[in-house]
């Protein structure tokens, strides 16, 4: 949440930031990068990702695309909330100064009590201002009645004691009026910081709202994407099941009726049977290879639009999980089979251990150097296999070399 504030009057607004937004899935990761390819410094990769296809290529570009856009909303939303806090600011003052006035004009009034009201006619008379001016006529009526001969009697000291009366009224009046000024500049001021909060609540509840209508809506995408796929795959398994039931069936009427006949023709009659199963299975495997390769590149369309049309700029967090395991990967998987995701990391290879993160399933996500050992060098992220091995034991295994590898497979939930 961001918080807009003014420190005079205490007023609050809040706004909601990213926290409101449900966080990128981290289930979707990238698939498997020969380790040739990944770098050891677990920064951005400076080679264009390995790209993806189907209905996992999908998924991934919609999550990459709601993540940018979350991030953008988030990052309009903290410039919406510093704009308002200093455009807030620069009423503080007015707002401050027109307080302090409506609390003295409460006083002159009686509004805050007897007590305060003699204290607040005490001040102003013995304020620098008015013993300024009372001096000032005081002196000016002396030096008249010097000027025609008079001396300092009961007739000059009812006059001086006019003046200062009137001259008490008329400045009394005079300040009011100023306060009356100041009060209102105050609730300007005060009215203007209401508005600039209340407009900003009003953008940051559009954003939130945008950002809501973007999760739905990739959420929605998503689950027609796999119900269509789903029903695909169904309706191609039932074809093709089918079809085996029809083509065993006229194998086995045409055997039976090979029984009949003589050793010549049930040798030749095996002879064509065979071809004719070989070129099945050609077409077979043709159909469902020209099948696949159509629906990947249908879904590959349906990820670059869901990739052009919700957000541009950072690339996903399934692609820099799949940067991030870094060079023990690689090394790990030419020992125990690279489709596993098999990563050295065993503690006793590492140094300079940090962590830097956390995973959905609860492990903890560090940055480490590779000690030398096994050829091992640079830097890298990971898991370390001991606390994996408390978890989740059976992505844990003990290499020929005696150190522990880590299926990242498993860890990380990667469907391969």
Same mark, same amino acid.
Do not use: C, H
């Given at each position: 949440?961001?918080?807009? !504030?003014?420190?005079?009057?205490?007023?609050?607004?809040?706004?909601?930031?990213?926290?409101?937004?449900?966080?990128?899935?981290?289930?979707?990761?990238?698939?498997?990068? +020969?380790?040739?390819?990944?770098?050891?410094?677990?920064?951005?990769?400076?080679? *264009? +990702?390995?790209?993806?296809?189907?209905?996992?290529?999908?998924?991934?570009?919609?999550?990459?695309?709601?993540? *940018?856009?979350?991030?953008?909303?988030?990052?309009?939303?903290?410039?919406?909330?510093?704009?308002?806090?200093?455009?807030?600011?620069?009423?503080?003052?007015?707002?401050? !100064? %027109?307080?302090?006035?409506?609390?003295?004009?409460?006083?002159?009034?009686?509004?805050?009590?007897?007590?305060?009201?003699? *204290?607040?006619?005490?001040?102003?008379?013995?304020?620098?201002?008015?013993?300024?001016?009372?001096?000032?006529?005081?002196?000016?009526?002396?030096?008249?009645?010097?000027? !025609?001969?008079?001396?300092?009697?009961?007739?000059?000291?009812?006059?001086?004691?006019?003046?200062?009366?009137?001259?008490?009224?008329?400045? &009394?009046?005079?300040?009011?009026?100023? &306060?009356?000024?100041?009060?209102?500049?105050?609730?300007?001021?005060?009215?203007?910081?209401?508005?600039?909060?209340?407009?900003?609540?009003? *953008?940051?509840?559009?954003?939130?709202?945008?950002?809501?209508?973007?999760?739905?809506? !990739?959420?929605?995408?998503?689950?027609?994407? $796999?119900?269509?796929?789903?029903?695909?795959?169904?309706?191609?398994?039932?074809?093709?099941?089918?079809?085996?039931?029809?083509?065993?069936?006229?194998?086995?009427?045409?055997?039976?009726?090979?029984?009949?006949?003589?050793?010549?023709?049930?040798?030749?009659?095996?002879?064509?049977?065979?071809?004719?199963?070989?070129?099945?299975?050609?077409?077979?495997?043709?159909?469902?290879?020209?099948?696949?390769? %159509?629906? %990947?590149?249908?879904?590959?369309? &349906?990820?670059?639009?869901?990739?052009?049309?919700?957000?541009?700029?950072?690339?996903?967090?399934?692609?820099?999980?799949?940067?991030?395991?870094?060079?023990?990967?690689?090394?790990?998987?030419?020992?125990?089979?690279?489709?596993?995701?098999?990563?050295?990391?065993?503690? $006793?290879?590492?140094?300079?251990?940090?962590?830097?993160?956390? &995973?959905?399933?609860?492990?903890? #996500?560090?940055? #480490?150097? #590779?000690? %030398?050992?096994?050829?091992?060098?640079?830097?890298?992220?990971?898991?370390?296999?001991?606390?994996?091995?408390?978890?989740? +034991?059976?992505?844990?295994?003990?290499?020929?070399?005696?150190?522990?590898?880590?299926?990242?497979?498993?860890?990380?939930?990667?469907?391969?």
């Amino acid at each position: 949440m961001v918080a807009l !504030t003014n420190p005079k009057f205490g007023m609050v607004s809040t706004l909601p930031v990213t926290s409101g937004m449900a966080p990128v899935r981290s289930d979707i990761q990238p698939t498997a990068v +020969p380790s040739t390819q990944m770098a050891a410094t677990g920064a951005l990769p400076t080679q *264009q +990702p390995t790209q993806q296809y189907g209905l996992s290529g999908y998924e991934s570009a919609a999550q990459q695309g709601l993540g *940018q856009a979350q991030g953008t909303l988030s990052n309009a939303i903290r410039m919406l909330a510093g704009v308002g806090n200093e455009a807030s600011g620069l009423f503080n003052q007015y707002a401050g !100064t %027109g307080n302090q006035a409506n609390q003295l004009q409460a006083a002159y009034s009686g509004a805050l009590g007897p007590q305060a009201q003699a *204290q607040a006619f005490q001040n102003f008379q013995e304020s620098p201002a008015t013993q300024f001016l009372r001096e000032q006529g005081t002196q000016q009526a002396v030096n008249a009645a010097a000027a !025609t001969g008079q001396n300092v009697g009961g007739n000059l000291l009812k006059e001086l004691s006019q003046f200062n009366q009137g001259l008490a009224s008329q400045d &009394l009046n005079n300040q009011i009026s100023q &306060l009356n000024t100041l009060s209102g500049q105050g609730m300007s001021a005060a009215g203007n910081q209401a508005n600039i909060m209340s407009a900003l609540a009003g *953008q940051g509840a559009n954003l939130m709202s945008q950002g809501a209508g973007y999760q739905y809506g !990739t959420g929605q995408n998503l689950a027609n994407t $796999r119900l269509g796929v789903g029903q695909q795959l169904s309706s191609n398994i039932g074809n093709t099941t089918s079809g085996l039931a029809n083509l065993q069936n006229q194998q086995g009427t045409t055997l039976s009726d090979i029984l009949g006949g003589n050793a010549s023709a049930i040798a030749n009659l095996m002879s064509q049977t065979g071809s004719s199963l070989g070129g099945n299975q050609m077409n077979l495997a043709s159909i469902l290879a020209n099948l696949a390769t %159509g629906q %990947g590149s249908q879904l590959a369309g &349906l990820q670059s639009q869901i990739g052009a049309s919700n957000a541009a700029g950072t690339t996903g967090q399934a692609s820099a999980i799949g940067n991030l395991l870094s060079t023990g990967l690689g090394a790990a998987g030419n020992a125990g089979g690279f489709a596993s995701l098999l990563g050295f990391s065993d503690r $006793r290879l590492k140094k300079e251990i940090e962590k830097v993160g956390e &995973l959905p399933n609860g492990l903890s #996500w560090y940055k #480490w150097k #590779w000690n %030398g050992l096994l050829g091992l060098t640079g830097a890298a992220y990971g898991v370390i296999a001991d606390e994996v091995k408390a978890a989740m +034991p059976s992505a844990v295994i003990r290499q020929d070399n005696g150190f522990d590898a880590v299926n990242y497979g498993e860890v990380l939930n990667v469907q391969l």
